[in-house]
């Protein structure tokens, strides 16, 4: 394992509070030769956050210290591991204007960047889908069903793949079956695999890296990478690149889920021209 592409930070506001250099010195410690941090970005600021402390994104009066804190580590630790700064970014279904807005603000400051789906849009309503297994089940129950969670989730993931975000819009689409995190409790009826492979066919016509996400291994209800194996090798067949990523919130919590991955995949190694 050479490069960790999707790493949290002390500035998420659901993480811990371990500091940047137990994340680096971690790292390091790991053999990784390269970091990005991709804290969640601020979300709009007209869009309510559904999650009970409303604590998905990063406050957006946070957000230069974040990247100028970065910046300085860059130095400290060059030469030892190549630190990125980047952001998640959420696609959230009919704020892309604001979403586009931040980008063209900050795009020009980020190494690297993420395009995530966590919310789901039902009528006037927003849902945070992965927050807990207590919400996803009483998700299922306003939308009617899992399997009504499922094809609104993968919908909204292919809106935000074709969706206008401007020049500075990520290129790699994190964690793509996110949905799957409370499957063991809340099983789909129907098969989704159709929906997946459409994805990934899109993101190999727009040319997007796919965030092979550990973190899903270490979630009890899921038991399985986002996403899992079939996938995969479907997407190397297409050469759409891979790009192991922790999703760590805490420094422990790096490399989480990279002994599980399919040994078949050929991830992205260190990038020099990050």
């Known amino acids: 394992m050479k490069y960790d592409g999707h790493v949290h930070s002390p500035f998420c506001p659901h993480g811990t509070l371990d500091r ?17 941090f991709t804290e969640h970005a601020p979300l709009p600021e007209e ?5 009970p402390e409303k604590d998905s994104g990063m406050d957006p009066a946070h957000l230069p210290e974040y990247l100028g804190q970065i910046g300085s580590l860059k130095k400290t630790y060059k030469g030892k591991i190549k ?18 807005e931040l980008l063209d603000k900050v795009g020009p400051r980020l190494d690297d960047s993420i395009l995530s789906v966590h919310f789901i849009k039902d009528g006037d309503n927003w849902h945070c889908l992965d927050f807990s297994s207590e919400m996803f089940g009483s998700i299922s129950k306003q939308l009617g069903s899992v399997d009504s969670i499922y094809e609104k989730y993968y919908s909204t993931v292919e809106k935000s793949l074709n969706a206008d975000l401007g020049a500075y819009k990520p290129s790699r689409m994190g964690h793509i079956t ?17 929906q997946v492979f459409r994805l990934l066919d899109i993101m190999q016509q727009k040319n997007y890296a796919l965030d092979y996400n550990g973190a899903g291994v270490a979630k009890p209800l899921c038991g399985e990478p986002y996403p899992p194996e079939r ?3 479907y997407a190397a067949k297409l050469g759409i690149p891979l790009v192991y990523g922790s999703d760590a919130h805490q420094a422990k919590d790096l490399g989480q889920g990279f002994q599980a991955l399919s040994q078949s995949a050929s991830l992205m190694p260190a990038r020099p021209d990050l």
Do not use: C, M
């Open 47 to 51: 869009f309510s956050d559904p999650t």
């Open 231 to 233: 996938f995969i090798r």
């Open 83 to 100: 630190i990125n700064v980047g952001l998640e970014v959420d696609f959230i279904e009919g704020y892309e204007e604001q979403t586009k």
């Open 178 to 194: 996110l949905v799957h995190k409370f499957q063991r409790l809340f099983p789909a009826a129907s098969n989704f695999d159709r």
């Open 20 to 36: 940047f250099e137990e994340y680096i010195e971690e790292a390091i410690r790991l053999g990784i030769e390269q970091l990005s």
